[in-house]
C-alpha cells in the first residue's frame, strides 16, 4: 500500500510539470488558456505541498505523544 502511495506521488508530480510545461507552451498561441493550464497546475502543487506540511505536523505530533 504504501510504495502504490509512493508511485501515485511521483506520478502527481511529474502531471504538475507537465501541466507547467503544456500551459507554458499553449500561453503563447492562447494566453487565457494557458494561464489556466498553469493556475491548476500551481493550485495543485500549493494543494499537495499544504496537505504534505499538515500530515507532517500529525506524523510530529504522534510521535511526541508517545
Not at 23 to 29: D, S, V, W
Not at 40 to 55: C, D, H, K, S
Request: glycine residues 8%.
Amino acid at each position: 500500500m504504501v510504495r502504490s502511495l509512493v508511485a501515485l506521488g511521483w506520478l502527481r508530480d511529474l502531471v504538475i510539470v507537465l501541466l507547467l510545461l503544456a500551459g507554458n507552451f499553449i500561453r503563447h498561441t492562447s494566453p487565457w488558456v494557458g494561464y489556466t493550464v498553469i493556475a491548476g497546475a500551481v493550485v495543485i502543487f500549493v494543494e499537495r505541498f499544504l496537505w504534505n506540511w499538515y500530515l507532517c505536523g500529525l506524523k510530529q505530533q504522534e510521535t511526541s505523544t508517545r
